[in-house]
């Protein structure tokens, strides 16, 4: 079993950044694939980010490519969104995973979650 905490959510101005931490515990991680995951209050969880663990290849969705970058450190079990140009629209909890048994954009494949961090971007 893996466990997966999220930190570094908070409030920020539009135009601002952040860097979410996603730390794990119980197992390693570095033959996961790992994945952030945000959910806005009355829409569908959306896939925000992934970094596969063969060859750290990364993936984004449309929305925040470019603005974002998921990182890994395998010795310390920990992956990292660093979230720039901030916008409103990024408002939301996220949400760590890992091991995806699926395409990386499918939330129902992964088999780990963290709780989630609150993000909130003010105009």
């Known amino acids: 079993q893996v466990l997966l905490v999220e930190s570094g959510g908070g409030l920020v101005q539009a135009g601002g950044s952040l860097r979410l931490s996603c730390a794990a515990s119980?197992?390693?991680?570095?033959?996961?694939?790992m994945a952030w995951f945000r959910q806005a209050p009355g829409k569908q969880r959306e896939f925000v980010a992934a970094?596969?663990?063969?060859?750290?290849?990364?993936y984004y969705g449309d929305s925040v490519r470019g603005r974002f970058t998921i990182s890994r450190i395998n010795d310390l079990n920990t992956v990292y969104l660093q979230m720039n140009s901030l916008k409103a629209e990024d408002t939301a909890v996220y949400f760590c995973?890992?091991?995806?048994?699926?395409?990386?954009?499918?939330?129902?494949?992964?088999?780990?979650w963290g709780q989630g961090t609150q993000v909130t971007v003010s105009l």
């Open positions: 995973a890992g091991y995806a048994r699926r395409q990386h954009t499918d939330a129902a494949g992964y088999a780990y």
């Open positions: 119980g197992r390693t991680i570095d033959s996961y694939t």
């Open positions: 970094i596969y663990w063969t060859d750290y290849s990364t």
